[in-house]
Nanobody
Framework: QVQLVQSGGGLVQPGGSLRLSCAASGFTLDYYAIGWFRQAPGREREGVSWLSKGDGSTYAADSVKGRFTISRDNAKNTVYLQMNSLKPEDTAVYYC???????????????WGQGTQVTVSS
């Protein structure tokens, strides 16, 4: 069965850190580009970061640049989103996705994780 299983969300204080994980089963993540997206209540889904297949180039949205880092562990068939210096406006449900092309267009991805809640609050 092809699926992405997410873990690592939760409640954190402003300025804190979290690491989200996205583990693949049924396929090899190294053959796919990876995207992380988020959706806050009442807002549209927003692209956060992507990691290309092959050369491993990365991109981060301006809102998270310098604070969030996307990475991949091929041995574990897992990708991560390290989130530092978290702000209340980072509060959202976060989704990982796998597809053929690294892009911030969520409709271009083939497989999606189940989503994980991240809440940044004091």
């Amino acid at each position: 069965q092809v699926q992405l299983v997410q873990s690592g969300g939760g409640l954190v204080q402003p300025g804190g850190s979290l690491r989200l994980s996205c583990a693949a089963s049924g396929f090899t993540l190294d053959y796919y580009a990876i995207g992380w997206f988020r959706q806050a209540p009442g807002r549209e889904r927003e692209g956060v970061s992507w990691l290309s297949k092959g050369d491993g180039s990365t991109y981060a949205a301006d809102s998270v640049k310098g604070r969030f880092t996307i990475s991949r562990d091929n041995a574990k068939n897992t990708v991560y989103l390290q989130m530092n210096s978290l702000k209340p406006e980072d509060t959202a449900v976060y989704y990982c996705a796998a597809g053929r092309i690294a892009t911030m267009i969520w409709g271009m991805y083939n497989y999606w994780g189940q989503g994980t809640q991240v809440t940044v609050s004091s």
